[in-house]
């Protein structure tokens, strides 16, 4: 049974859990990370000497980096893909990780994790301008299309819902993102996302 080492509210473990579930992987999760521990055990860093979650193990292979988990998971348990057919969905992966995550992550630790007294209100005001430039960005390619890489879901678009259900729940000014918007209701109305990404933010 595939076992994946993470706790449930952290963004990278939930690409991985919405995954498992759309693909209807059986799993068992192990809580890591933060308040769990864990990372920082020898036995852990065998599996992951970056001390970091998620992990995944599946028989023999252990796999780290969420997105790469993603792909794996999606090329072994999914339907079959051509490259060109997977292209497009990496290349949005890709995205979120270069462009989306940054930003978002920053908004995410100073408005969640960060004490009011401690936030830096011109940083996160210059993060909040960036994420909604480039969220524009998938805004336009929504605009022809009901998800990231065509007509169905894929693994394109597991890193950027997830970022986008915190950008939606932070408390921001946000732009209209028409596109980007409707998308989100799409996905909110699939009981993965809703049981594995829909969650607090904490």
């Known amino acids: 049974m595939l076992k ?4 449930v509210n952290s963004v990278n473990v939930q690409k991985v859990m919405w995954a498992v579930a759309e693909l ?9 990370g933060m308040q769990f521990g864990v990372v920082n055990t020898p036995e852990y860093r065998k599996l992951n000497p970056n001390a970091r979650v998620p992990t ?26 051509t490259p060109v057919q997977r292209a497009p969905a990496d290349k949005w992966m890709d995205w979120v990780s270069s462009t989306v995550h ?24 210059t993060a909040r ?15 022809s299309q009901p998800y990231m890489a065509g007509a169905d879901l894929t693994m394109g678009d597991i890193p950027l819902g997830c970022f986008v259900n915190r950008w939606f729940q932070l408390p921001l000014e946000r732009p209209e993102l028409r596109h980007l918007a409707a998308w ?7 009981p993965p996302f809703q049981q594995h990404v829909m969650m607090p933010l904490s």
């Open 129 to 143: 301008k960036q994420a909604a430039e480039v969220l524009k960005i998938a805004d336009a390619a929504l605009s």
């Open 24 to 32: 209807k992987i059986p799993y068992e999760r192990i809580d890591a």
């Open 184 to 190: 989100y209701e799409r996905l909110k109305a699939r």
């Open 4 to 7: 994946i080492w993470g706790r």
């Open 102 to 125: 940054p930003p978002l992550t920053t908004l995410f630790w100073g408005h969640i994790r960060t004490p009011p007294e401690k936030r830096d209100p011109a940083a996160l005001e």
């Open 56 to 81: 995944i193990e599946d028989g023999a292979l252990v796999m780290w980096e969420s997105n790469a988990c993603v792909r794996y998971l999606y090329a072994k348990y999914g339907p079959p893909r």
